[in-house]
C-alpha cells in the first residue's frame, strides 16, 4: 500500500487521479477532472458557500476545537505569537512549531496527545500581498489536531487522520464530491513525510502532513517518532462558509466596517469578488504579475485598468490596515515592544505600513484608536487583551509618535543623500538605498520617493525583502573549546548545595589547561552570571565554562595533577556570595519592572558580575525618575518582606501549564527538565543560576544608573551586598573631595545631572568648570576691550562662586552659561563692526590688482564660523575678501574669491609665510598657523 493509500478512499470509493494541468495526482468522489487547486480550477465558493450555514471566525474555531474533543482530543491553549521557548525563529509560524525542537527529538512528552489547538502564528513573507490577493495575512490562526506516535504508544496516523479531517468537512456540510485530496511531499527541518492538500471549491482548507522520515546524507530514514501535523487556516474556513469577495471581509467585519464608516469607497462588490477570483489563480509575487493580475481582471470585467485600480487599490490598504492591526494587537499583548532588532523590527514594520495606509486613505485615525476596535471585537475570545489593553495602546501610542518624528526629519536625510548620490552623478535611488532608508532611518520607501528629486522606483516585493533580512535569529559564536571524546557528563553538585565551599573530587581529563571533575560545585558562566574562581589543590581557578554537559576548569598550570587523582577544591567565597546577591536581585527588579511598567516588559539582556548587576528591559521610553524610584522602592520591599526562594526542577510541560511562557524571561532553555527559580508570589523563571534562599539574604538593592541602549531597550544598572557598600563608601569619598560631604547619593546626582556627568566625574568637572569660568572672564573682557564696552558684561562676574559649597556650585554653573551667551553676544557685535567695515572697503577703501578688488581685514578674537559668515555674505563678483583673525598665539585666515586668484592659493600661500597650512577650493579657503608674524604678513601679501 502507498503512503497515500487511506482507509477512507477505499471504503468511500475515492478514486486516484492525475490532474491533466499540473500533472499532480489526487483523490476524489465523482467525476472531478483536474485537482480542484488553482490555477487549475478556480474559486467556485464566493457568493457561493459550501457550508450548511455561514460561520462567523469565532464561531468556526469553536465547532472545530469541540469537535476534536468528541473524537478524543484534548483542547490546549494557544501559545504565544513570540516562540520564546525557541532561540532559532522569532515567531510562532505553524502550530507545530510550538513543539520542536523537544516533543519531535523526544526530550519531552507533549502537553496532551493528542491535542487540538488553534495556534496564532505570524509570517512576513508574503507581507506585500497582504491586501491585495483576498487570501494573505501576515496573522492567522492555525487550527490544528496533533498525534505523537511512539515505538512504544500509537495514537493515529493516516487513515484516521484523513477520516477526521473529512468527517469535519462534512459535519460543516460540505458535500463529498467538492472535496479532493491532492498528494504532495513535505519537508522541513531535516523531517519529511507525505502529505495531502485538502481543497474545496478553488481554496487548500487543510494540509495534513505525516511526518515519519529522517533526511540523512545516505538517504530517507524512518523516524521513531511519527507525528501527524495538521494546519486547518481558521481565515479560510470562515472565509469559505461566508463566500465574501475576500478573506478579509470574513475575518474582521466589525473593524473593517468602522474603517468603512470614515471613508466614502465605491464599494463594487462585482470587482472586488472578480480581483480575488483571478488572484487566487494566480502566483502574485512581483510587481509584474501584480499588473497582469489588474488588466485580466480588468479585461474581464470589461473597464479599463485605470478605473480598476481607482476602485481596488483603497481597499488594498483598507484590508491591509485590518491585518496589520489585528496582528500588532497580538504582538503587543504578547510582549513584543517595536524597535530595530529582532522580534522588534516586525512590530516596527507592521507599524509603519499600517501608518502609511492611512494615510494613503486620507484617514486620520490615531493607530492606537483601530488597535482599540480590534481589541474590542476580540476580548470575548482573548481575555488577555482586555487585561493588558492600557499597555497595548501605550505601545501604538508611543510607537506612532516616533514615526510622526521621523518623517519631520526624513526630508532632510533624503535631501543630503540625493546630493551625495548626485556628486557621483547617480540620477536613481536603488533598491539597496531604499533598504537603507528603511532600516537605518525607518523612511518607508513612498516617503522616499515622496522626498526625493531623483528617480525612485519601488519594488512591489520591498517589504518581503526587508523582512528576509531579519527572520532569523543570530546565533552567538560559543565553540570557544573543542572536547576531547568519551567524557561522561559532569555531575552538577552546586544544584544540590549552593553553599558548598570546599569539596574533593575525581580528576577523569586533563587538557589545554582544562580540569575536568567527575563533579564540581564551581560555576560555571551561563544565564548571564559570571564564572565562579578559586582554587583546584592550590592551582588558581581563572574560568569556568559548560560546554554540553560537561563542566571545564581552566588552571594556570597542569603540572602535578594526572586523571584519576582526587584533588581539593575550593571556591572564592565572598566572589560567589556577590554574585549570588546579584543574580537574586536581577529576578526581584525584573519583578518590579513589569509591575510599575507592564506587561510589555521583557529581559532582554542581563549580565550579573561582582561589582555590577545589569538588566536590560524592552520598554517603549526612557524610564522617569518617578518610575526608576518606584522600581527600587517595590524591590526592597520585597527584600524587607523575606520572601522565601524556592529553586527546584520540573518538567516543562508541567512548568509551561503552571507558570505560562513567562518562565523564559532568560531567554530559551534546553532539556526535559527545567530549573525553576520562584520568589514567592513575585517572579517565576527558568534559571539555572545560583540565589539564595530568601529575599532578604541582600539587604538593600540600588538602583545607580539607567540609560537606554537602543530604541525599545532601556538597561538598568544595580548593587547588592559588598559591592553597594563599595559603591557607598566611593560616593562618600567623592561627596567629601569636593566638599559635599553633608549631601546624599540623591543631592549628588542632582548635580552631576546639572553638568551632564556622572557622580563619579564629579571631581575633575567641577575643576574644569572653574577653570573654564577664569577663562572665559579673559575672553569677555579681550572682547570688551576689543568694541570699547570695557566691563558691560564682565562686571557680572567679579570672582568664583564660594560660600554653601551645593549653591556655589549650581551658581558656577549658571554663571558659565551666562558666560557662554555673553561671548556670543559680543561676538556678534564684533562681527557686526567688521562687516561694516568691510563693506566701507568694498565700496571706497579697496586695492585694486589687476582689475580685481582686494580688500584686507585683521581682526582679534573671532571664531572660524565668524569669519566664514563674514566672507560668504560680502563676497561679490570681481572681488577678493581676505580676512586674518588673532586669537592667543593661532591665526586663523579665510579667504573668499569671485575673481580670477583661486581662494585656495591665496590662503596657501599667506599660511606658508606664517608657517602654517590651508585647504579649500578656488572659490572658498580656510587657513592658520602661528600668529607672530600675522599683521606683517597681511599687510604686505599681494596676489
Known amino acids: 500500500m502507498s503512503d497515500y493509500e487511506v482507509e477512507l478512499f477505499r471504503e468511500q470509493g475515492f478514486s486516484r487521479k492525475k490532474c491533466p494541468k499540473c500533472g499532480r495526482y489526487f483523490w476524489t468522489l465523482g467525476e472531478r477532472p483536474d485537482c480542484g487547486e488553482p490555477p487549475c480550477s478556480e474559486y467556485s465558493f464566493i457568493d457561493n458557500p459550501p457550508t450548511k450555514k455561514r460561520i462567523e471566525l469565532n464561531e468556526m474555531r469553536e465547532i472545530y476545537l469541540s469537535f476534536f474533543e468528541k473524537h478524543g482530543h484534548e483542547r490546549i491553549n494557544r501559545y504565544p505569537v513570540v516562540a520564546r521557548w525557541r532561540d532559532d525563529i522569532f515567531f510562532s509560524i505553524a502550530s507545530i512549531s510550538c513543539f520542536q525542537p523537544w516533543v519531535l527529538n523526544g526530550t519531552i512528552k507533549p502537553p496532551a496527545n493528542p491535542l487540538v489547538m488553534s495556534q496564532t502564528a505570524l509570517r512576513f513573507n508574503d507581507i506585500d500581498n497582504v491586501g491585495k490577493t483576498g487570501r494573505h495575512f501576515t496573522m492567522f490562526e492555525m487550527m490544528a489536531h496533533h498525534a505523537f506516535n511512539t515505538p512504544q504508544e500509537r495514537i493515529y496516523f493516516r487513515d484516521e487522520t484523513v477520516e477526521l479531517c473529512h468527517n469535519l468537512l462534512l459535519e460543516l456540510g460540505i458535500a463529498g464530491e467538492d472535496v479532493t485530496y491532492i498528494e504532495d511531499d513535505w519537508a522541513g527541518g531535516g523531517n519529511s513525510g507525505p502529505c495531502f492538500e485538502t481543497i474545496v471549491n478553488g481554496v487548500e482548507l487543510a494540509t495534513l502532513v505525516f511526518m515519519m522520515y529522517e533526511e540523512t546524507p545516505s538517504g530517507r530514514k524512518e523516524m521513531d517518532m511519527q507525528v501527524v501535523d495538521t494546519g486547518y487556516g481558521l481565515e479560510r474556513f470562515a472565509w469559505v462558509s461566508q463566500g465574501t ?79 496589520h492591526t489585528r496582528a500588532l494587537t497580538f504582538m503587543f499583548n504578547d510582549g513584543v515592544v517595536p524597535s530595530n532588532v529582532k522580534e522588534g523590527y516586525f512590530a516596527r514594520l507592521l507599524v509603519r505600513r499600517t501608518l502609511r495606509s492611512l494615510k494613503n486613505l486620507s484617514l486620520k485615525l490615531p493607530l492606537h484608536e483601530v488597535i482599540s476596535w480590534q481589541i474590542k471585537s476580540m476580548e470575548k475570545y482573548f481575555p488577555e487583551f482586555k487585561a493588558n489593553r492600557e499597555d497595548i495602546l501605550n505601545l501604538a501610542e508611543v510607537e506612532e509618535k516616533k514615526y510622526d518624528k521621523t518623517v519631520i526629519k526624513g526630508r532632510a536625510i533624503v535631501e543630503r543623500f540625493d546630493e551625495g548620490l548626485e556628486s557621483k552623478g547617480t540620477e536613481k535611488v536603488s533598491t539597496g538605498d531604499l533598504i537603507y532608508f528603511y532600516d537605518s532611518h525607518g523612511l518607508v520607501p513612498e516617503l522616499v520617493k515622496e522626498f526625493s528629486r531623483l528617480k525612485v522606483e519601488i519594488p512591489d516585493d520591498f517589504f518581503i525583502q526587508v523582512a528576509e533580512k531579519h527572520t532569523t535569529p543570530k546565533k552567538e559564536d560559543v565553540d570557544r573549546v573543542s572536547l576531547p571524546p568519551g567524557l561522561e557528563p559532569t555531575e552538577l553538585a552546586f544544584y544540590r548545595d549552593e553553599r558548598k565551599r570546599r569539596f574533593r573530587a575525581k580528576i577523569v581529563r586533563l587538557f589545554d589547561n582544562y580540569v575536568v571533575l567527575d563533579k564540581t560545585f564551581f560555576y560555571p558562566e551561563g544565564g548571564g552570571q559570571e564564572t565562579d574562581l578559586g582554587e583546584i589543590d592550590d592551582r588558581d581557578v581563572t574560568e569556568v565554562i559548560k560546554k554540553g554537559n560537561v563542566v571545564l576548569h581552566r588552571v594556570k598550570r597542569l603540572d602535578g595533577l594526572s586523571e584519576g587523582m582526587m584533588v581539593s577544591c575550593e571556591i572564592n567565597w565572598d566572589r560567589r556570595i556577590q554574585l549570588m546577591k546579584h543574580h537574586t536581585a536581577t529576578h526581584i527588579i525584573n519583578g518590579a519592572a513589569r509591575r510599575v511598567l507592564g506587561n510589555h516588559v521583557w529581559q532582554a539582556g542581563a549580565h550579573k558580575s561582582e561589582d555590577l548587576s545589569r538588566l536590560d528591559i524592552t520598554h517603549y521610553a526612557s524610564l522617569t525618575d ?20 524556592k529553586k527546584y526542577f520540573m518538567d516543562r510541560n508541567d512548568a509551561e501549564e503552571k507558570y505560562g511562557f513567562t518562565l523564559y524571561q532568560g531567554g530559551a532553555v534546553p532539556g526535559k527538565e527545567i530549573r525553576i527559580v520562584d520568589i514567592r508570589d513575585w517572579d517565576v523563571e527558568a534559571c539555572g543560576g545560583t540565589h539564595f534562599d530568601s529575599t532578604g539574604a541582600l539587604g538593600c538593592i540600588q538602583i545607580t544608573r539607567v540609560k537606554r541602549i537602543q530604541d525599545g531597550v532601556v538597561r538598568l544598572e544595580y548593587k547588592a551586598g559588598a559591592a553597594l557598600e563599595r559603591h557607598r563608601k566611593g560616593i562618600e569619598e567623592i561627596a567629601c573631595e569636593v566638599d559635599l560631604q553633608h549631601l546624599g547619593e540623591e543631592e549628588l546626582k542632582e548635580l552631576a545631572a546639572i553638568f551632564s556627568v556622572s557622580i563619579e566625574k564629579l571631581p575633575p568637572t567641577l575643576e574644569r568648570f572653574r577653570d573654564e569660568w577664569q577663562r572665559n572672564l579673559k575672553e569677555i573682557r579681550r572682547l570688551e576691550e576689543t568694541i570699547e564696552k570695557a566691563g558691560v558684561y564682565s562686571k557680572k562676574y567679579k570672582k568664583l562662586p564660594v560660600g554653601d559649597a551645593f549653591k556655589s556650585y549650581h551658581q558656577l554653573f549658571s554663571e558659565w552659561k551666562q558666560q557662554k551667551k555673553d561671548i556670543v553676544k559680543l561676538r556678534e557685535e564684533l562681527v557686526e563692526r567688521v562687516e561694516e567695515e568691510l563693506r566701507k572697503k568694498l565700496e571706497s577703501d579697496y586695492t585694486l590688482v589687476d582689475d580685481v578688488r582686494m580688500v584686507k581685514q585683521l581682526t582679534n578674537n573671532l571664531e572660524v564660523k565668524n569669519l566664514n559668515q563674514l566672507a560668504n555674505s560680502l563676497l561679490e563678483k570681481n572681488a577678493l575678501i581676505l580676512i586674518a583673525n588673532k586669537s592667543g598665539g593661532k591665526a586663523n585666515i579665510v579667504v573668499a574669491s569671485d575673481s580670477k586668484y583661486s581662494a585656495v592659493d591665496v590662503a596657501r600661500e599667506i599660511c606658508k609665510r606664517l608657517g602654517g597650512g590651508a585647504s579649500g577650493n578656488k572659490r572658498f579657503s580656510v587657513g592658520g598657523g602661528p600668529s607672530a608674524k600675522l599683521g606683517d604678513v597681511v599687510s604686505e601679501y599681494k596676489p
Do not use: C
Open 245 to 323: 469577495p475576500n478573506a478579509y471581509e470574513a475575518v474582521m467585519p466589525e473593524v473593517l466596517g468602522r474603517l468603512k464608516n470614515e471613508l466614502e469607497l465605491n464599494e463594487d462588490h462585482n470587482i472586488l469578488r472578480e480581483y480575488s477570483r483571478i488572484a487566487g489563480m494566480m502566483n502574485v509575487e512581483s510587481n509584474a504579475d501584480l499588473k497582469q493580475l489588474r488588466k485580466r481582471v480588468a479585461d474581464n470585467i470589461g473597464i479599463p485598468v485605470d478605473k480598476l485600480i481607482s476602485v481596488t487599490k483603497p481597499f488594498e490598504d483598507l484590508y491591509a490596515v485590518g491585518d
Open 626 to 645: 518617578k518610575e526608576i524610584k518606584e522600581i527600587e522602592s517595590l524591590a526592597n520591599k520585597v527584600i524587607r518582606e523575606d520572601r522565601p526562594i
